[in-house]
């Protein structure tokens, strides 16, 4: 199981970007998928959220209406757009693929990629 973050870097505030994450060795389209962030002090928070369908997604409210996440389940990848970015969202930016069935709880995280918002 790989999930594999790519897309950040350093950006002036105002900005965007765009992170991607790609997913192998599992099924893809029957996991949610989620970005998490983590700031250096600070507990990881979600970003972002989408159903296995992508019919449904939610923000944390320090995002919304600047952030959208999609997914493109015939390429196993889900995406972060990130836009009229602040420093305080600097942090690194970690991947989520989750399910649940009725007994057991799958989970995975990628490595992280670091998102750096700074004049």
């Known amino acids: 199981v790989q999930l594999v973050e790519s897309g950040g870097g350093l950006v002036q505030p105002g900005g965007s970007l765009r992170l991607s994450c790609v997913a192998s060795?599992?099924?893809?389209?029957?996991?949610?998928m989620s970005w998490y962030r983590q700031a250096p002090g600070k507990e990881r928070e979600l970003v972002a959220y989408?159903?296995?369908?992508?019919?449904?997604?939610d923000y944390g409210d320090s995002v919304k209406g600047r952030f959208t996440i999609s997914r493109d389940n015939a390429k196993n990848t889900v995406y972060l757009q990130m836009n009229s970015l602040k420093p305080e969202d600097t942090a690194v930016y970690y991947c989520?693929?989750?399910?649940?069935?009725?007994?057991?709880?799958?989970?995975?995280w990628g490595q992280g990629t670091q998102v750096t918002v700074s004049s």
């Open positions: 060795g599992f099924t893809f389209s029957s996991y949610a």
């Open positions: 989408i159903t296995h369908a992508g019919g449904m997604t």
């Open positions: 989520n693929a989750l399910t649940m069935t009725l007994t057991s709880k799958y989970e995975y």
